[in-house]
């Protein structure tokens, strides 16, 4: 069974830092391109950064980049997301989620998300 399981959400001060991880598990990362998605208080769905393994490729949106780092470590089975200097708009629950393929796609398996929360 393919699971997604979120962690390392929290309070932070604007400017801190925290890194997010997700443990897959029923499939590998170099079977399926790996997202993250971001939903703001009130607001819709945010894509974040993506990763597609097999390629060595990362890919960020553009209020992110410079600041978050996606990354993968295939002995633990997790993907991370790691936020540097971080905004009162990065506030949001913050999901994983599995594309359907290894070149991407649809998300097919989401995670059930972890709560950012950046106030002073």
């Known amino acids: 069974e393919v699971q997604l399981v979120e962690s390392g959400g929290g309070l932070v001060q604007p400017g801190g830092s925290l890194r997010l991880s997700c443990a897959i598990s029923g499939f590998t990362f170099s079977s399926s391109a790996m997202s993250w998605v971001r939903q703001a208080p009130g607001k819709g769905l945010e894509w974040v950064s993506s990763i597609f393994s097999y390629f060595s490729n990362t890919y960020y949106a553009d209020s992110v980049k410079g600041r978050f780092t996606i990354s993968t470590d295939n002995a633990k089975n997790t993907l991370y997301l790691q936020m540097n200097n971080l905004k009162s708009d990065d506030t949001g629950v913050y999901y994983c989620?599995?594309?359907?393929?290894?070149?991407?796609?649809?998300?097919?398996?989401w995670g059930q998300g972890t709560l950012v929360t950046v106030s002073s």
């Open positions: 989620a599995k594309a359907v393929a290894v070149g991407g796609g649809p998300l097919e398996v």
